[in-house]
């Protein structure tokens, strides 16, 4: 281990530069959140990640985003266990009839003001699974989304310019 | 010893492909029941389908013979003789069946849904298509017994970045005495979407029925769809397939062996096998156009190629990969208060596996010798050098070590299908008449099982077993007697599925 500690220590870092925020997600923003909202949320974001009925290719992204090339928390962004605790509401999946309640409970339990961040192609309108007895569709027929970020799954690159845009749009736009 | 499959008395269906199917009388279907309980033959799946005729379907592995076949039973009054009354793997699959189609397993031991948590607005959505009775059912869990017991109920939602499902944990002190799982949570209704869909359009939803196993599943379909259409498709879509099916397998076990450490807080593991499956992903990515090459296979072969560069790019990768992971599984091996927490924790008994037909590196960590590459096999693999690794300690810690040895044989697979790519076209278009197919294909968690009938090029039924259905139940088995703390090591051991298992 001492080894491997070492190396670590002497190599340099894997974390790779930011990307640029999303220039879509900045204008979805700026049309559904309010400026003062994110003056208030600042710059360090708790985020709570909910399945909704994702086929599990969103979640191994978002996974992803801990890892060393994507660092997320350098951004002031973590995950948190309990939705009690978060800003953010990360939802994939086609919501299921199964899981509307729960989804339901868990945005109830997030205390204001909170955003919630539809995430991957069924999160937007229940994509390929729409029609079924089982889904209900999108997150946004659920509880309200401020921002999508598509991508079957998104890639990690993706995602984080997403929730950049979170966090640079309440310095760039809105309203004076 | 005679096989099983030839003593079974019954009908042979014409086009059904690549192993027999037979029509059953009840009496005959109560005794395959017997011989799977008796432990003569193992069950790989039960399911329904409507058609003229109301039918149960069950495909049985002759373990002696590896012969497969599937046996079917006509149910006009909407009954079938519970196999799960005998042989207790079957009784998730039939309450599943009773949700989604209304059939009745007559004897059944366990009568409460499964799949139909009372949310949706039909009742036997793929049968009769009843209106939902008006009033939510409360579902009973089961009774527990005993002096200072509490129970903890976790989830749907739980508190990591995972899919969701309901845990009923019933605890003496820290010491768990019984887990009583509850799934369906993410039931998307993929099986009823698939009725009457095109092939293309039923191929994308199993590359999405879980997401970690895209490419298995993909494979699993196209050998279901492959085998109705009774064509064969090219070698190199053969070898491409086997080499994202083996990226996949690298990029789940990386990932995972971490995550197990990370569940006993050691960090450092998780951090760089996070580093191994993100450099697996981008050589997937650079290669295919995908990081997780979804949608790359697909019936009649493969919708990508390996470019000029891609060879190299995969061999250097592995080679660097090889070189950090020798390190990190000595720092597995020797750091003492990981395996304390490892080994002897959350152990599957070995005839349970056995009873299961356990898939995968649960199965195989308990002694069942079983992996759909070698058995029944397909292409390319019958061609490759490779062996399965079994344990028989049953522990997180044999299960971890299935996995790297797993890691260890995918390497060397993939240096074999890079030296041997043939070459060729990568797929043929799909013609045929309609037919029934099963497919098999062996994912990082174990074995994918599809069944299809198609109606000329469209999918009339199609039933999909994500290898979570034999394994679940022996979580439940597993963490008995083990302490709460230690029900994330074993379950992310496990690592069952929750969107496959619940379609």
Known sequence: ?176 | MTALTDTLQGERVDHHRPWPRLVLTRDAWHKVASEIAAGHASLLGLWADTGAVRTVHMAILDDSTTDIAVVSLECPDGTFPSVGALHPPAIRFERAIHSLFGLEPAGAPDARPWLDLGFWDVQYPLGARAPAPAARPVYEFLPVEGESLHQIPVGPVHAGIIEPGHFRFTAGGETIVRLEQRLGYVHKGIESLMAGATIETAAKLAARTSGDSTVAYGIAFAHAVEAALDIDVPLRARYLRALMAELERLANHFGDIGAICNDASFSIMHAHCAILRELVLRVADACFGHRLMMDRVIPGGVACDLGAGGANLIRGTLADARRQFARLIELYDNTASLQDRMAGTGIVQADLARQFAAPGYVGRASGRNFDARKTPGYPPYDRLDFSVPVLTAGDVNARVWVRIREVEQSMALIGQILDRLPDGPTAIPLAGDSGEGLGLAEGFRGDVLIWVRLDGLRVARCHLRDPSWLQWPLLETAIEGNIVADFPLCNKSFNCSYSGHDL
């Open chain 1, 1 to 176: 281990m001492r080894q491997t500690l070492f190396e670590s220590l002497t190599r340099g870092p894997l974390t790779e530069a930011p990307p640029p925020p999303d220039a879509a997600a900045l204008a979805e923003l700026a049309a559904n959140v309010e400026r003062s909202a994110r003056r208030r949320l600042g710059r360090s974001l708790a985020i709570r990640e909910i399945d909704a009925g994702s086929c599990n290719g969103c979640e191994l992204e978002i996974h992803a985003l801990n890892n060393a090339f994507y660092d997320l928390e350098r951004f002031g962004l973590r995950f948190v266990a309990s939705p009690r605790h978060a800003d953010v509401l990360l939802v994939t999946g086609p919501v299921t009839r199964n899981m509307r309640q729960a989804l339901e409970r868990t945005y109830n339990a997030t205390p204001d003001p909170k955003w919630v961040v539809a995430v991957g192609d069924c999160a937007a309108d229940g994509g390929i699974f729409c029609g079924s007895y089982g889904v209900v569709g999108g997150v946004g027929a659920v509880v309200p989304v401020d921002l999508h970020i598509k991508g079957c799954p998104p890639s990690p690159v993706k995602l984080l310019q997403g929730l950049l845009a979170l966090l640079e749009g309440g310095a760039t736009t809105g309203p004076a």
